[in-house]
């Protein structure tokens, strides 16, 4: 019992010791399949974590460079409200949005194709081309975005529907497999 214990407190102590970092840049990558689609992510910022007492910070596209098409960039804050949308500050037509005193908590970005902006300051209002078909505009061009964000905790992409389908059909097949099994025995 004793040595469990003892574990137990090394590998918390391991663990808190590995969480106290320094503000983090992450890059997130993704695809678009038409005029009408955007990426959806987050990100945290926690000045206690990461020291970033300043709470700048820094998010661009390098999509455009890359030979992809013309992204636009949005921050939004945790309740889906607009906080700043950026089509074109970066290098050639890459999106860059720079924060100062960004407080802390849960953010949201989004990647859009240049022409399909927020219909509104609200995220869940949705985008100036939902409901159209189509591919990106011009066609010729690659469908990958990436976005690199300095200064933050954590970030991450928020799953598509179909991931999480598929998710879930996984988990069921091994489910059905093991329960199948276990009748064989």
């Known amino acids: ?32 399949t038409g005029k009408n689609d955007y990426a959806v992510g987050w990100f945290t910022v926690d000045s206690a974590l990461t020291g970033n007492l300043d709470g700048v910070v820094i998010s661009f596209t390098d999509s455009f460079q890359a030979g992809n098409f013309d ?3 949005g921050i939004w804050d945790s309740l889906g ?17 720079k924060l100062d005193n960004l407080r802390d908590g849960k953010f949201f970005f989004t990647v859009s194709n240049w022409d399909n902006a ?16 189509g591919g990106l505009v011009p066609d010729s061009w690659g469908n990958q975005w990436s976005v690199t964000i300095t200064g ?9 529907p179909e991931t999480w389908a598929m998710l879930l059909a996984g988990l069921g097949l091994v489910g059905a ?8 025995r």
């Open 152 to 160: 933050v905790a954590a970030a991450g992409v928020v799953p598509e």
């Open 1 to 32: 019992m004793k040595k469990k214990l003892l574990w137990a407190v090394m590998a918390s102590g391991l663990f808190l010791a590995s969480s106290a970092s320094e503000a983090a840049s992450f890059t997130l990558t993704g695809s678009l």
């Open 177 to 184: 497999v093991a329960r199948r099994q276990r009748g064989y």
């Open 118 to 133: 927020p219909k509104s300051n609200n995220l869940w209002d949705g985008f100036k081309n939902d409901g159209l078909s």
């Open 81 to 97: 409200n607009l906080i700043k949308f950026d089509d074109d500050s970066g290098p050639g037509f890459d999106a860059f949005i």
């Open 71 to 73: 992204p636009s960039l």
